[in-house]
């Protein structure tokens, strides 16, 4: 699986976009991105996927360059729900159970 | 129904102990997986079941036996653990197999602490 790299931390205003960027150089034509968050002493939340279009889905919106290179994760009006680790995964998804390996991920704060 | 539920919530054990950890899901799904994660850290992938059979370990110390009953039930058995296997212990499942949805769901976790 490609590895992905995503800034340590970042802040958001309450009720602005959150935009949460991922960079994946190395991925490979068969894998997709993935993303899930972490809120504080709970399991991972999967939040959306995708393979090189853009998409939407009631909590987030998935944009991808079109090399396939990056890709950014908005949350379009952040509340301190929201306020969460982010990881950016990228994977192959095959016909057999496999690995998501996370990174390190990007600790979002939703400020008021 | 999209749970994973895991058992107990919190665990203490000295290392002479033995212990198992539960972990159930109810939506048909033929992959289940379990993590470690310490603190500040991601989860670590520790093993991967796929339709009740093992299909990956990570190198995972022998300390560590999980098990699959059926496609529901995910059991981790842990014997003569340390201290430093002290951690936050994540159970998930998928669809796998030739459906098309791939996405994880977690379970809350399961906090070890080894004395």
């Known amino acids: 699986d490609a590895k992905t790299t995503q800034p340590p931390s970042m802040d958001c205003a309450e009720g602005r976009a959150a935009n949460l960027p991922c960079n994946h150089s190395t991925i490979s034509g068969n894998e997709y991105v993935y993303w899930y968050r972490q809120i504080h002493s709970q399991g991972p939340q999967y939040i959306i996927h995708?393979?090189?279009n853009n998409e939407t889905n009631e909590m987030a919106s998935l944009i991808i360059t079109e090399d396939r290179k990056s890709s950014t994760l908005i949350l379009p009006h952040a509340t301190l729900r929201d306020t969460a680790v982010y990881y950016c995964?990228?994977?192959?998804?095959?016909?057999?159970?496999?690995?998501?390996?996370f990174g390190d991920g990007t600790t979002l704060t939703v400020k008021p | 129904d999209t749970e994973v539920t895991q058992t107990p919530k919190h665990l203490v054990m000295g290392m002479t102990n033995k212990k198992s950890l539960k972990c159930e899901q109810h939506m048909g799904h033929r992959a289940m997986y379990w993590y470690k994660q310490k603190a500040k850290k991601p989860p670590e992938l520790m093993f991967v079941?796929?339709?009740?059979?093992?299909?990956i370990n990570e190198s995972v110390p022998s300390r560590f036996s999980p098990e699959c009953p059926n496609s529901s039930l995910l059991n981790l058995h842990l014997h003569a653990l340390q201290p430093e296997d002290s951690a936050l212990y994540l159970c998930?499942?998928?669809?796998?197999?030739?459906?098309?949805?791939?996405?994880?769901?977690f379970g809350p976790g399961t906090r070890l602490t080894v004395t």
């Open positions: 995964i990228v994977r192959v998804r095959s016909t057999n159970a496999g690995k998501s390996t």
């Open positions: 998930a499942s998928s669809q796998g197999g030739r459906l098309t949805s791939y996405e994880q769901y």
């Open positions: 995708g393979l090189k």
């Open positions: 079941y796929s339709y009740e059979k093992l299909s």
